[in-house]
């Protein structure tokens, strides 16, 4: 029963909207009313930091973690390196299948490039050509 007497004892008073009342009430009085100078830079350039600064930070935190010199001894980004290098690795290794595959193209490229009755060891790696000058030499 309290709470509605507050209330109707608080419904003669007319109700402000105190959203934006702090503004006008913390500026000293005689104040000038933000018609001051405009800000003189185009809006690009806000859009343009705002974008640096959501590129600039993660590119920065990546370099630091993946590629700057932390020293020799384990550090924190040690396990984050560790797991880049085994990932690294298993993309860049060959399964067991694809070798075969590629072996028996290399050694089928070796084959057709021998002249008839050559006998070549093909498990031994390919020999390097000699490089012949086309200029004559005096």
């Not at 006008?24 to 003189?40: A, L, R, T």
């Not at 640096?52 to 924190?76: M, N, R, T």
């Amino acid at each position: 029963m309290l709470s509605r007497l507050s209330f109707l004892r608080n419904a003669s008073r007319p109700i402000v909207n105190r959203r934006f009342a702090h503004q006008e009430v913390q500026k000293p009085p005689g104040s000038v009313k933000d018609d001051g100078p405009k800000d003189f830079r185009p809006p690009w350039v806000y859009m343009l930091s705002r974008f640096g600064s959501y590129a600039v930070i993660p590119v920065v935190a990546v370099y630091a973690v993946f590629l700057y010199d932390w020293g020799d001894h384990e550090h924190v980004f040690m396990p984050p390196r560790r797991w880049l290098a085994r990932t690294k690795q298993q993309i860049w290794t060959l399964s067991p299948e694809e070798e075969k595959m590629l072996n028996a193209e290399i050694v089928e490229q070796r084959v057709h490039r021998l002249p008839p009755g050559t006998v070549w060891d093909l498990s031994a790696p390919p020999p390097i050509p000699r490089k012949t000058s086309s200029s004559s030499e005096s």
